[in-house]
């Protein structure tokens, strides 16, 4: 591969990576440090140019209907929804509607829990993404709405059948790309330091998310006693190869992982290269957990006096000493001790349950089911459905 765009200074270096990755590595890394998303982008300065007023409707018909209901569409358009609308050859209907089930095994607030204190602190551990949300102006105080749109986003994604064509979770993951497109050249517009940092939300930044929602969040799962079969994370790692697909991410760097071993290695790729956490990460890390502080109280009957304590003592439990320490959560013992017992308490039940099939299938259909329902009910706008045609607040 070559490269011909410069290495980001504050991206550590492409030495450094060559020496600990190979070259082939560190090419990669390079092409992706530089690159956001192609496809997306150009819809983006191709909405600039023919205007908002007629760009909007064309996005939104062709997203929600396929390519084939607009006639004539703009070039940058259909490239982006041809594209999405082939899916990989590994994509048949066993892994829209099987694959993901084994996500429903979890009640809700356990997912609320490995999305806040997992997922997203680890998203805002990425300086450029704190970065991106400062300069566009999204860094603190929107953090609880950012988080409840994530989970309604990720529980559209995850719902079996979800991202065949036209259905609510492809919609969404579409309307999210297209919002990161975006906030890309919003950021951009407003000074973003491309140099220093690499283009915004790159592709490095978008293989990190995916493993963020991946990786990071059915660890934490699994530590708050919600494992997983090895067969059932690699239903979900193929699954989720299919979600970075529709997200614009490039198949090299998410695509052949089926299990935790493979996903560390690239993440370790991925984390070489992303920085050392800011001022604002610890900014974002506070304000998302503040949001969350009060779930502990349903799920683990933590009283309300110890719910942040809870929440400090889990987060650090997902992300180690020395990461908490960077992003200012403070040691909990207390609250630590106590998580031991009922961590305990609640894999034991879940063991119990799937001991029994017919208790397993049936507690899984439920949650899907719940989850459906809950999918379905009317509410304001999502931000990324606001800013997929460029109009988020």
């Known amino acids: ?52 007023a007629t760009a909007r409707p064309l996005l939104t018909r062709g997203i929600e209907h396929g ?26 209907d066993d892994l829209l509607d099987l694959a993901p089930r084994p996500w429903f095994s979890s009640p809700t607030p356990v997912h609320i829990l490995s999305l806040s204190a997992g997922a997203l602190v680890r998203v805002y551990e990425s300086p450029s993404i704190a970065k991106v949300l400062s300069t566009t102006g999204r860094l603190v105080d929107r953090a609880e709405r950012r988080l409840t749109e994530t989970g309604t986003w990720l529980t559209q994604a995850m719902l079996p059948g979800g991202l065949r064509r ?29 140099a220093a940092d690499g283009v915004p939300v790159n592709q490095v930044d978008l293989a990190r998310t995916w493993m963020d929602f991946t990786l990071t969040s059915w660890v934490a799962e699994e530590m708050l006693g919600f494992d997983l079969t090895g067969r059932e994370l690699a239903g979900l790692y193929r699954y989720w190869w299919y979600v970075g697909h529709l997200l614009g991410i490039d ?77 200012q959560v403070r040691p909990a013992p207390v609250a630590d001790a106590l998580l031991g017992p009922a961590v305990a308490g609640l894999r034991q039940a879940r ?43």
């Open 166 to 194: 036209g259905g609510p979770g492809y919609v969404a993951t579409l309307n999210v790309r297209m919002l990161h497109a975006h906030m890309r050249a919003l950021a951009l517009d407003r000074g973003y330091d491309s």
């Open 251 to 327: 198949a090299r760097l998410v695509e052949g992982i089926t299990g935790h071993d493979a996903a560390r290695r690239v993440d370790d790729l991925l984390q070489a290269v992303t920085g050392p956490v800011s001022d604002e990460s610890a900014l974002l890390t506070a304000a998302t957990l503040d949001s969350i502080a009060s779930l502990l109280q349903d799920l683990l009957r933590v009283p309300a006096r110890l719910s942040r304590p809870a929440l400090d003592a889990i987060t650090r439990r997902i992300h180690g000493v020395a990461t908490s320490t960077d992003l």
């Open 67 to 92: 390519l084939g209901s607009l006639t004539d569409p703009p070039p940058a358009l259909a490239a982006l929804l041809t594209a999405t609308e082939t899916p990989p050859a590994y994509v048949d």
């Open 1 to 52: 591969m070559t490269t011909t765009t410069a290495w980001p200074s504050s991206r550590s270096s492409r030495s450094a990576v060559l020496a600990q990755f190979g070259e082939g590595r560190a090419d990669l890394m390079q092409w992706a440090l530089t690159t956001g998303d192609p496809l997306a982008d150009a819809v983006v300065a191709e909405m600039r140019e023919i205007g908002a």
């Open 351 to 393: 063991a119990r349950r799937r001991r029994s099939p017919e208790r397993w299938r049936a507690a899984i259909d439920a949650g899907v089911a719940a989850e459906r329902e809950r999918a379905g009910s009317p509410g304001e706008p999502t931000a990324y459905q606001r800013g997929a045609t460029g109009s988020a607040d």
